[in-house]
């Protein structure tokens, strides 16, 4: 407890540092998921091959992901572009399957409907689809979220500074409460991430409630 | 590119055979601690989700914990064990810290494996004259087995991808070389490393998903569609038999 | 025969399902119990192979009490045909015939000469043996289900809703081969329906039940129509409306019409 208060200033950059670090995977992981977890829906030919690689791309460590990149896209091993690049790969990964079972999940009823009733094919996907689809997408993302706040912490390995720095210091230094203060703020991130997460969907899908416990089984795998 | 070409080198150099520390000795090492683990972390988490599925019982309890333990950051746990047990323990340390990684998706697992079957299913088992037992053996455990698998799959892969982060407090497997090797630059050992790690992973993942094929009920799987592991599908099969 | 004594069900809750019913099954009849969802009757039915006890009052087979069997012995000893058959999605067909004799100990061979043999009783292809319950249809599936249920050729057979979750035509279809088989074995059968049709085509002794599984009228199928009990058998049987009173036709007396009208047949001379 003493070192938290000797440290004030550290812990406070540091977690600005992971809250920078972990919020371009979540939301460019979850953009980019939309398009393409969307023709994996869409076009079943595709779904086998696009689901596989997904998957292979989740199976890859992210230690030996970090080390992988650099020599592929030509960055250095220690930029902060490594990790957010690695993240956003690992959350497509898990997004594009959500995203297509959210597609799924929609009523074939309910689009038959909106085409009869006189929607465009855009003004359809907007309108109809992707509200429906949303609190699969949103189950989805709370797991994109989650994981990218815990696995920023790795990044230290590879020299980018995150609260996982506060685990090699505090090891190195012998310093017990320097590593809880890291796993306590680690863990305080991704619960306020969650938060604001289940704020939005709230108050973009306020009927989504009623759907709450068809949810609740999603998320427990 | 040229430094895929050094890391091919590296892997093809039969010095990295034969020495200390050997490409061969940091996979087996890295397979040992993950069998270690993984078994460990069944004989808990598949008994416990088989009962919370079975009754019902500590079904939130059961949700929140594994939600929550995504989020905690294994590699801290690690160091904070290695700190806590003291280094000549860090093997020890290692171990649970795994275990602890791999209990949630075994739980979920097992859990959704026994919740998902038709409830209709177990009470004419029953009215057949099936003891607890029975039911158990020869209706539960065989329909639950693919997500049990499923669950088995997730965890094997997280630890396969966790266990190389154990090379910091100086235990072996195939981080080793990468951990070593950053602070020196010697990027021929970490991508080699790194590409073994990978190839390791995906066989992994394949003997995973051959085993769930083999598992699946054969009626089961005619009836719900190409891949019964994800759940999803799986939901929707057992929807559709309603 | 079985024999219901003052037996009651309390859930958990307060909620009480059976209330003081008294009742005796004949041995060799086909006795319907027939009432509206949540009426009770299920849980009547469901005594019998004790997959549920009564709070109170006993249940006897032959004169036994089942408080002292072994419910699992019992249940082996009667056959049970549920609802959307219940069978065991991972099993073959022959093997969910055969589930019974097998868990008896009798050998496999044997359990399944005998399943082969039931499926021509129920009138099932034996191309069938090995497919998966839901490469079946559901009339199948129900088939499987009664042979299942005959497996070790048990005294009495419990009937709960069998033939709710087939298409109508497909139900008539069963409900007449039911009759056929019963006329063969001559089984000691309770079967449960909400279906008053059903009720009236199988039964040889019809129990109409209220909430609390309260008997409001017993008898055969003629008794309940020619002299509903109360004004509520005489709703819950549609006793003033459609087919239920004919009349000969004013135009022509060889025509029989309902009470609308409509013409329903013609009377043989």
Redesign the interface.
Known sequence: MQWVGNNLGLVAELTLAHIALSIPPIVLGGLLSIPIGWLAFRFPTWRGSVLGVVGVLYTIPSLALFVLLPPLFGFPILSELNVIVALVIYAVAIMVRSVSDGFASIDAGSLRAATAVGYGPWQRFFQVELPLAGPVLLAGLRVVSVSTVSLVTVGVLVGVKSLGYLFTDGFQRRIEAEIVTGIVMTLVVALIFDVLLLALGRALMPWSLLAKSRLRANEAV | MELFVDAWLWLTNPENYTSEGSVIQRSLEHLAYTSIVVVLAAAIAIPLGFFIGHTGRGRRWAVGVAGAARALPTFGLLLYLVLLLGVERRAIAAVIALVLLAIPPLLAGAYTGVDQIDRRTLDAARAQGMTGGQVLWRVEIPLALPLIVGGLRSAVLQVVATVTLIAYVGLGGLGYDIIQGIPLRHFDQMIGSALVIVLLALLLDALFAAMTRVVTPKGVRSAGGEDIRAREGSRRALTRAR | MIEFRHVSKDYPGGARAVSDFSLTVPTGTLTVLVGSSGCGKTTLL?MV?R?VEPTSGEVLIDGQHLSERDP??????IG?V?Q?????????VIDNIA??SR?CGVSKTESHDRARELMGVVGLDSDLATR????LSGGQQQRVGVA?ALAMDPNILLMDEPFGAVDPVVRRELQRELLDLQARLNKTVVFVTHDVDEAFLVADEMVILREGAEIVQQGTAEDIITAPADNFVASFIGAAQGNRVLHRSSKDPAVVVDSDGRIQGRLEA
């Open positions: 469901r192979n997959m699992v012995e019992l249940r082996r000893s049970y549920m959307s058959g219940g069978l065991l999605p991972h099993k073959t589930t019974v868990l998966y319950p839901q490469q299942r």
